[in-house]
């Protein structure tokens, strides 16, 4: 999965966002293991986690922890987000441990989840990198915006409400928080970073 792959950002902004998914795979694994996703999600709870999300009942901004975790829905992934490196390691010493046989993608900035995975005692599988963005660049909105929308990997976040949000945090009809938790409701796979993008909206309004 690489729609977690292309968040755009200065390092220190990226310091802050380690989404995470746990998938079945499909024609290997994908019959009986309800139960082994949601264990992951569970466990990841146990840290403060500021999204997670499956893509049948929705995110944080749309349902809640215990609904997703009482679902007996059929779920092909659940995912959610971490603020810190250290958070996300003792996650990963968890997964290591309880050993559920799925696969699990972490995002970040390679030095950090190099370093997460070290620590936990863990080796990659396998690596994705993003190339950028190529062809018509000119029109992609402004790189600030460009770091709140490539939080959603499918383009559910639009810069067009961003640019409305950044106005009335201006105004003093929004804060960075309450903006964020609005673009984060868009998001369906609660990769979204609400406190990163509380911090963006913040910076661009005082531009």
């Not at 003792?90 to 970040?108: H, N, P, T, Y």
């Amino acid at each position: 999965m690489t729609h977690t792959l292309h968040r755009a950002g200065t390092p220190d902004s990226l310091s802050e966002d380690y989404p995470m998914l746990a998938i079945r795979a499909k024609g290997f694994n994908d019959e009986g293991n309800l139960w082994r996703l949601l264990k992951i999600l569970q466990m990841a709870a146990r840290y403060p986690i500021v999204n997670f999300a499956d893509v049948k009942n929705g995110s944080k901004f749309t349902t809640d922890l215990d609904t997703i975790l009482n679902t007996d829905k059929d779920l092909p992934m659940v995912q959610m987000v971490f603020t810190n490196k250290d958070d996300m390691t003792r996650f990963m010493e968890d997964l290591k441990q309880a050993d559920l046989g799925i696969s699990v993608v972490a995002s970040g900035l390679f030095e950090e989840i190099f370093q997460c995975c070290k620590k936990a005692g863990l080796t990659p599988h396998s690596v994705n990198y993003s190339l950028g963005v190529h062809g018509r660049t000119e029109k992609l909105p402004p790189k600030e915006i460009m770091e709140i929308t490539t939080m959603c990997g499918h383009a559910l976040v639009s810069r067009n409400l961003v640019t409305k949000l950044v106005a009335d945090i201006r105004k003093e009809k929004e804060n960075g928080f309450s903006a964020a938790e609005k673009l984060a409701r868009n998001c369906i796979c609660g990769i979204f970073n609400p406190v990163r993008a509380a911090k963006i909206l913040e910076a661009i309004s005082k531009l």
